[in-house]
């Protein structure tokens, strides 16, 4: 697991995503934020202290977000993200415009940028999820010295190897090579047909740690 790649490919592919904060009565809130710059230290995003979304994240730095690119449904790809920012004022504002020339447009002077305030994504986990690829990808990521946690389905030790769960996964990603039976995770949908099915609950749905 490589979380920078990650991380770069939030700010370079996906770039503008929605994110998600909340109101002072604990309500979900959702806008468009644009990610600015991504090193090993995490995310990075700017902000006018005027604005709604910075009194929200100045009370409750917990975020989620989600970047999604593709045509249409099966070239798509997208990406989400929950964790922690905090703010660092002025810090990297002025690689923020020279990474991102548009920014001159919105902000064109010095004064107009004093309402700025430059955020970090300092620590969360995530998955990436390739829908485009045959079978699909998907990863699990965290930074910041935390352990993040996603359910996977699992086959527990007490797999017959009836084949039942073979016939009904969707992606194949079930390897009956030796019992018990084991799911290629970085395949697998999480439709939960093969849990539905076996008669023997060999298949269980866990929490999986990635760090």
């Not at 699990?140 to 007490?158: A, D, L, P, R």
């Not at 190897?161 to 019992?179: D, Y």
Request: aromatic letters at 10%; a neutral charge.
């Amino acid at each position: 697991m490589d979380y920078e790649k990650y991380l770069k490919l939030i700010k370079n592919d996906f770039h503008s995503v929605v994110v998600a904060s909340s109101d002072e009565n604990g309500n979900p809130i959702t806008c468009v934020i644009d990610m600015m710059l991504a090193d090993s230290n995490g995310l990075y995003f700017l902000t006018a202290k005027g604005k709604d979304f910075y009194k929200r994240i100045k009370e409750n730095p917990n975020i989620s977000l989600t970047g999604f690119k593709g045509k249409d449904t099966l070239s798509s790809q997208s990406i989400t993200l929950k964790g922690e920012v905090k703010e660092i004022g002025k810090k990297f504002l002025d690689e923020i415009f020279t990474e991102n020339p548009y920014m001159n447009e919105i902000y064109p002077t010095e004064e107009s940028k004093r309402a700025l305030s430059v955020f970090q994504i300092h620590k969360g986990s995530g998955e990436y999820f390739d829908l485009s690829s045959k079978p699909i990808f998907r990863e699990s990521f965290s930074f910041g010295n935390i352990i993040g946690f996603n359910s996977i389905y699992f086959i527990k030790e007490n797999c017959i190897g009836c084949g039942e769960c073979l016939l009904v996964c969707p992606q194949n990603c079930i390897s009956s090579k030796k019992i018990p039976y084991k799911i290629e995770q970085e395949h697998c949908l999480h439709c939960g047909n093969c849990k539905e099915v076996c008669p023997v609950r060999a298949v269980v749905k866990i929490k999986n740690e990635s760090n």
